[in-house]
């Protein structure tokens, strides 16, 4: 019992520890409900010990006295009698009682008991364990909730709403941008456009251009290049022109990419993108037909569509 309580204290200590480390608390509580069991089971068993050997050591007393009663009425008269013997059997009585082991090991284990920590004090120890970790993980929780930045997403409402996005991106951009619509017009990519393109141009900033619409692709005939076959077929390409002088200006910076798509989306370098049901390179504001489109600061939409633009293929390589 007292190995297993000397090891259910140093669990304990031990399981303190670990609950600091692990904010387990259970690494802590168990080891000192075994310690407390331990504790009251020992304090019950003293109890009965120190009992029997008080019991014992008063049997032994009465037994003494009652001998020295009864040899008191057989002395002779006072004046004869010896009182050596009577005083050496009282010596070795003391000395019995002085010498007797079980007095001792009650004595230690009284000691011991009153070394040990209160039930109660053990409890206030648990209680400041389980409030550190508590206020521990508070912090943790706390830190890693004001680490996430929750993204924003904006709808742009009708051709007024995404033309204003699309012109945003022209003056803002500083490393890439991606413009994917299948109908580059005069209406939709004007002088204006063309002179904002330019400007980020010079200023080293990657534009790229994904174009061309799939059924128009299969509607040209298959003579001569597939760029001038659909510029020549239909006005919806009317600023091709612009754009491929713009190619070969800037060659290593400005990207035509035929795409066969009914896709409209832009990608600001790597800040925002808005995709939507807007021909923004096709038309202006000028009309009310109704529109919408998602603008979203969402780095996992915006890596994908730069991921679906680049391993696009160009059907003008093909």
């Given amino acids: 019992m007292e190995v297993t309580e000397s090891a259910a204290l140093v669990g304990s200590a031990l399981g303190t520890v670990a609950a600091a480390v692990s904010q387990q608390v259970v690494y802590a509580a168990a080891p000192l409900t075994v310690a407390l069991s331990l504790n009251a089971i020992n304090r019950h068993r003293f109890q009965q010990q120190t009992q029997q050997y008080t019991k014992s050591a008063i049997a032994d007393v009465h037994y003494v006295v009652q001998s020295l009663h009864h040899q008191r009425h057989?002395?002779?008269?006072?004046?004869?009698?010896?009182?050596?013997?009577?005083?050496?059997?009282?010596?070795?009585?003391?000395?019995?009682?002085?010498?007797?082991?079980?007095?001792?090991?009650?004595?230690?284990?009284?000691?011991?008991?009153?070394?040990?920590?209160?039930?109660?004090?053990?409890?206030?120890?648990?209680?400041?364990?389980?409030?550190?970790?508590?206020?521990?993980?508070?912090?943790?929780?706390?830190?890693?909730?004001?680490?996430i930045k929750p993204y924003e997403y904006q709808l742009a409402i009708d051709r007024p709403g995404s033309r204003a996005v699309f012109m945003e991106a022209l003056a803002?951009?500083?490393?890439?941008?991606?413009?994917?619509?299948?109908?580059?017009?005069?209406?939709?990519?004007?002088?204006?456009?063309?002179?904002?393109?330019?400007?980020?141009?010079?200023?080293?900033?990657?534009?790229?251009?994904?174009?061309?619409?799939?059924?128009?692709?299969?509607?040209?005939?298959?003579?001569?290049?597939?760029?001038?076959?659909?510029?020549?077929?239909?006005?919806?390409?009317?600023?091709?022109?612009?754009?491929?002088?713009?190619?070969?200006?800037?060659?290593?910076?400005?990207?035509?990419?035929?795409?066969?798509?009914?896709?409209?989306?832009?990608?600001?370098?790597?800040s925002w993108t808005m995709l939507g049901s807007h021909n923004f390179l096709t038309s202006d504001t000028k009309s009310t037909e109704r529109e919408v489109g998602l603008r979203t600061n969402d780095p996992r939409i915006i890596a994908d569509l730069i991921k679906r633009f680049d391993t696009a293929k160009d059907l003008e390589k093909q």
């Fill in 74 to 147: 057989t002395l002779p008269p006072a004046e004869t009698v010896d009182l050596d013997p009577i005083n050496q059997s009282l010596a070795q009585l003391a000395q019995q009682f002085d010498n007797r082991p079980e007095l001792g090991q009650i004595q230690e284990l009284k000691d011991a008991l009153s070394s040990l920590p209160h039930p109660l004090e053990l409890e206030k120890v648990i209680a400041c364990q389980i409030e550190k970790s508590a206020q521990v993980l508070t912090l943790e929780i706390n830190g890693q909730l004001a680490a």
């Fill in 172 to 270: 803002l951009a500083q490393e890439r941008l991606i413009l994917v619509c299948p109908w580059p017009n005069i209406y939709g990519v004007n002088s204006e456009v063309i002179q904002k393109l330019e400007e980020l141009l010079k200023r080293q900033v990657h534009v790229a251009v994904g174009w061309g619409h799939l059924k128009d692709i299969d509607k040209v005939s298959s003579i001569g290049p597939i760029r001038q076959r659909l510029k020549s077929s239909s006005y919806l390409y009317s600023a091709l022109p612009e754009l491929e002088n713009l190619e070969q200006k800037y060659p290593d910076r400005f990207q035509l990419k035929l795409l066969g798509t009914h896709e409209k989306f832009i990608v600001c370098d790597r």
